[in-house]
């Protein structure tokens, strides 16, 4: 009981404190919206509304990206370097448990920047016929997966400005090597494997299968990769939380 | 362990790399004293504290906390400590009484109970106007006194205290010192590190000097003055000038050198106790009255600086940079 007390309030702090702010419920909204007109304008020279359906996978899983990866990255290297993070650290609480109240606030932000062009959308566009459990379940494991890179880069960077860099660094890359531009079979031979390396990857394909019916591979295929990646990421971060974070 | 003992430390050594932040430091600390650590900037006190409370791995040793293995099982050792670092802590965003609230969750406590006591430790610590203000709008000594609440506010056993009077003004500091002494009354034990000699010589119980990563002396205060105490001095002021009386005095009092000082004083010492009565008649019998009789203690930086080697003069320039405390 006394865990999930604590547990509660570190993910009610963070989203009161971080993703309540008005900046970033503005950065939730416009962020996506600016993406959905650019590509609109991009693809057909002119305003296609209908065309929305095609690009709400990529939209999606670009809001979701950006969302996690910056808040978490961010808020946790400027509570380290306030030192209201060691408030956390000295918690009767494992690590795990605090790590993972700091994860949900920013999964749930992920998940909702994610609905955003899906809202925008529906005002233009059909979106009848959508597997509506497996998006819901795409997003959810995008924003883990998302989240769990926000949180490799947290443990790295000591200034919030070099959690931002680390975070462009792996985000645009991913951004053309996914599948969200350009199709995959259309990249260089050589970059190809590092397609498939990258989950997001992954979390695209299973949005295409759910929204469009197009998919490259299996969404239970898809499923089973986020959750490893989702295994791998979790380990290699709790790895360097107990090296980096207790000196 | 002594079951008095609420603390043990044994042989904690910490060292990054080449450079031995600790060098295989030993103490215990009795349920219900305040255990001061002094040492200057450097010395190993935070690295100590922190390798405590779980915030460093020590490279060896143990520390063991009201029988908990504090180095295998940091998380249960954590559940008895309040922790006020040395640098506030606190979240800039969010009011006192929030602050308060949040810790005491952290600790497990439930709403009720958090926010009870939260309304009582500002107004413990006159802080209830503020506790509606948001943390960034205190001022230092504000700060440090909300941080103090924070790190109490589940009524630890064991409260660890870095530097809790540095770089705050005088009045909060005395405030701080006269909480620790009402906290010691009421069970709490206390570790306290500082380089503020002053403080540890008015609340400590024992105090334990740091210098270089290794423990150079521990001790009661009084266990601490004898360390450097030859014998007995007394400071004798009169109305007229004592120094050519000086010879004449030690010829008198064999056993006891003098030594001649300004403002007509010269001062007394032996290695055994000095009886006043004799001397004073003696001078009186010179015809010289005697209106000042003061036996002379070591004080407490005088053991510091006999102990670690470090000057007075850099011991005040280190007290300068902490802040205006004193």
Known sequence: ?247 | MNTMDIVTVTNLSKHYGDFIAVNGISFSIRRGEIFGFLGPNGAGKTTTINMMIGLARPSSGSILIDGIDGVKNVKKAQSIMGIVPDESNLYDEMDGFENLCFCGALYGMRKATRETRAKELLEQFGLTQAGKRPFKAYSKGMRRKLTIAAGIIHKPEMLFLDEPTTGIDVESARQIRQLLLELKQGGTTVFITTHYIEDAERICDKIAFIAGGSIVASGTVPELMESVSHGHTIRLAADTDLEPFAEELQAHFSGCTVETGTDHAVTLISEKRIALSPVLQYLDGQGISVFEAKELRPSLEDVFVKVTGIEAAKLKKEKEKGGVAK
Do not use: H
Not at chain 1, 92 to 113: E, H, Q, R, T, Y
Not at chain 1, 193 to 219: E, F, K, M
């Open chain 1, 1 to 247: 009981m006394k865990t999930w007390i604590a547990f509660w309030n570190i993910l009610k702090k963070d989203i009161q404190n971080y993703y309540l702010k008005p900046p970033n419920i503005s950065w939730g909204i416009i962020f996506p919206l600016s993406w959905t007109l650019m590509q609109m304008i991009r693809s057909s020279g002119g305003m296609n509304l209908s065309d929305i359906r095609e690009m709400l996978p990529g939209l999606m899983a670009m809001s979701v990206l950006f969302g996690t990866t910056s808040m978490l990255a961010v808020t946790i290297t400027f509570e380290r370097k306030g030192r209201s993070f060691d408030r956390l650290l000295l918690a009767p609480i494992s690590l795990d448990i605090m790590v993972a109240a700091k994860l949900s606030g920013a999964i749930l932000f992920g998940f909702f920047n994610a609905f955003v062009p899906v809202i925008f959308a529906a005002f233009f566009a059909d979106l009848s016929g959508i597997n509506w459990g497996a998006v819901l379940l795409a997003v959810f494991l995008i924003a883990v997966t998302s989240t769990l890179l926000g949180l490799m880069i947290a443990v790295s960077a000591k200034e919030v400005f070099e959690a931002q860099t680390f975070s462009n660094f792996f985000r645009f890359p991913m951004l053309f090597l996914c599948g969200l531009f350009l199709p995959i079979s259309s990249l260089p031979i050589f970059l190809r494997p590092l397609s498939y390396l990258l989950p997001l990857t992954y979390g695209t394909d299973l949005l295409s299968g759910s929204i469009l019916g197009t998919s490259i591979l299996s969404s239970v295929l898809c499923v089973l990769l986020l959750l490893a990646f989702t295994a791998a990421l979790f380990i290699f971060c709790q790895y360097n939380i107990r090296k980096k974070w207790i000196l």
